[in-house]
């Protein structure tokens, strides 16, 4: 084979694999855009769904997902971007935060986790959005995969108020906490726990500036 | 093409080269996944769908890819489907992506259906293609079912739990005593490496039984493939 031959077959297909690659390419992007809006429409649907869980509708009379402050991310929250915290009020009388926060010790990652608390520092609901724990063994810190559907794991934080005095309790019973654990899947029970201890001693703390400031400004 | 070419390719892939207990190819996700049957078919039903869909446009394509870059051009394939479905799924079947979504970007992984592309769908019709990715799926599936209730019983004493999430109004079943404490080593992946090693040990005897009765001196067992 002559030198211009290597070339010429060289080009060719280099051509057929830039063209394979637009063409692909191009499939992708618009599968993207075409299924965008629904997606992010299913995705907000979504979000409103997990507050009830956390949070009865019947709690608060405020248009919740409205009545909101910017977060810049924050260390005892786990969380690397911006986020928001929902103000539920009453009457015009605060009653709970709803915030996000982050577990980043999950045993497969991150989990992400919906906390609501009372403006008395109480948990009313926690709740799993997103995990990719082992399906079958550290997945029952999403209660839609708990096999104890009559106590399910996550709910054992409800009502339970984090006290900077008790800080050493907030933790799971193998390390000589006060919460359950599932055995053999201890590592995302940790991670979720003390997550929400971190997360709620935030809180706690910065309670007066979260129910305060005026919807729509930054802490 | 007659009927017996699409006989002789779905026997190949629901026993004689099943992708699980013959070519061993696409553990990963088997391990993975095979906690407990809803998982396990969950996940299979995903891989028919990709496997199908890959093939097919493979072998629709085969005569445009260049023979040297063709492993590219596959992978590209593949992995611009697979994101392709996920988000028509998202979009469209949301209650069933809810499911199977994290499943669906888990196959891309699957060498199994590089495997497929690669030794079937490069050099056969897109029928033909579509047929055998099909068949090996359906045969992933049967081993994946078997695989899964094997261990979610030993494991967990239950079957089929997290059913209503595919099919709501339906329960999975509790069939050990609600006391029993589980047996961890099933769910964990060493119990699938075990009872997967089982499996295979039965369709050989199975294979060996059905060559002794036929009076055939029995093969030696075929090394398979290993591969993750």
Known sequence: ?219 | MDMSVYREITHNGIWKQNTGLVQILGLCPILAISTNVVNAVSLGLATILVMAISNLAVAALRNFIPYEIRIPIFILIIAALVTVIDLLFNAYLHSLYLVLGIFIPLIVTNCIVLARVEAFAAKNGAVASTVDGIAMGVGLVLVLAVLGAMRELIGSGTLFAGIEMVIPGLEGLQILPAGYPGFLLAILPPGAFILLGCLIAGKNWLDARKARRAKVPSAPPVAAPAQA
């Open chain 1, 1 to 219: 084979m002559t030198g211009r031959s290597i070339t010429v077959v060289s080009l060719r297909t280099g051509i057929v694999l830039v063209t394979f690659t637009v063409i692909f390419t191009a499939l992708m992007a618009l599968a993207h855009r075409a299924t965008k809006d629904v997606i992010d429409a299913s995705a907000e649907e979504e979000k409103m769904k997990l507050v009830n869980e956390v949070l009865p509708a019947a709690e608060y009379d405020n248009a919740l997902l409205a009545d909101h402050i910017g977060l810049p991310p924050v260390e005892p929250l786990g969380l690397d971007e911006p986020s928001q915290v929902f103000r539920a009020r009453r009457n015009g009388k605060p009653v709970a935060l709803v915030f996000e926060a982050v577990a980043p010790d999950g045993y497969s990652g991150r989990i992400r986790l919906l906390i609501a608390m009372r403006a008395s520092g109480e948990v009313v609901g926690v709740r799993v959005s997103q995990h990719k724990e082992t399906p079958g063994l550290g997945d029952y810190i999403d209660i839609r995969k708990d096999r104890n559907k009559a106590r399910p794991w996550i709910t054992q934080f409800d009502g339970a108020r984090y006290d900077e005095s008790e800080r050493a309790k907030w933790r799971v019973k193998k390390d000589g906490g006060r919460f359950d654990q599932v055995t053999g899947a201890t590592i995302s029970a940790r991670a979720v726990t003390n997550a929400v201890g971190r997360a709620l001693a935030f809180a706690a703390e910065n309670r007066e500036k979260l129910f305060g400031l005026p919807s729509g400004s930054k802490l």
